[in-house]
């Protein structure tokens, strides 16, 4: 079942915070997160998994708990390069693949 | 070191017509899977692959047939076009199916008339 991620839209200036959050239904094994900006692929930014602790890239960093099957990605002091959509990919660990959430917009204006 | 490599890069069809899409990574991954891009539906999965010879279905994999000859290729067929596979299409690959984030083509962009 497709996680959802909430919100689905947020429009930020320069230099302030987000938070993108990821639900899933199902128990999960790992949450991936890419960010894909408009007529590109996506690009692979962090994977968490079950048992594993919060990851960090930079200024982004995300976070995953396993009991309540939620994942929020955090985006500090952004910047405009941050732009794009991002999505959250989770996996049950078995033989299914990797479902994708609907994804975020993120606007970062200057 | 070129990745993943799509082609073609835009196709246009007419319903009924077959075509193959292709896709290629050097970077030795043993996972590789084909997804749909839809407005506002995110990315949805069409078949993957966890080794040469070895292929699965997605959660929308009608319409469409998978082989994996090679390590290195994975090409997506469409049997006979239909307007409802107007999409983009991305490869992803991956070192193992657990554990490892996934490396993007670049994208095949259809449509079907």
């Known amino acids: 079942q497709q996680p959802v991620q909430s919100p689905q839209a947020v429009i930020l200036r320069e230099g302030e915070d987000a938070v993108i959050n990821c639900s899933s239904s199902?128990?999960?094994?790992?949450v991936h997160w890419y960010r894909q900006k408009h007529g590109e692929a996506p690009v692979f930014l962090m994977i968490l998994l079950k048992g594993g602790e919060q990851k960090g890239h930079e200024k982004i960093s995300a976070s995953f708990n396993e009991k309540k099957q939620q994942s929020s990605l955090y985006l500090t002091a952004s910047q405009l390069s941050y732009s794009g959509t991002y999505f959250c990919?989770?996996?049950?660990?078995?033989?299914?693949?990797?479902?994708f959430g609907k994804g975020t917009h993120l606007i970062i204006q200057p | 070191n070129a990745g993943v490599t799509q082609t073609p890069k835009f196709q246009v069809l007419k319903t009924g017509q077959s075509m193959t899409l292709q896709c290629a990574q050097d970077?030795?991954?043993?996972?590789m899977s084909w997804y749909r891009q839809d407005p506002g539906m995110g990315l949805r999965l069409i078949h993957y692959s966890v080794g040469a010879g070895i292929t699965d279905q997605g959660e929308v994999p009608n319409g469409y047939n998978v082989s994996r000859s090679t390590t290195e290729d994975f090409p997506l067929r469409l049997l006979s076009a239909a307007p409802s596979q107007t999409s983009v299409y991305f490869c992803?690959?991956?070192?193992?199916?657990?554990?490892?984030?996934?490396?993007f083509g670049s994208g095949t962009r259809l449509t079907v008339v």
């Open positions: 992803a690959s991956s070192y193992e199916r657990h554990n490892y984030g996934y490396t």
């Open positions: 970077m030795n991954h043993e996972y």
């Open positions: 990919g989770t996996e049950g660990g078995g033989a299914d693949g990797l479902t």
């Open positions: 199902k128990a999960l094994y790992s």
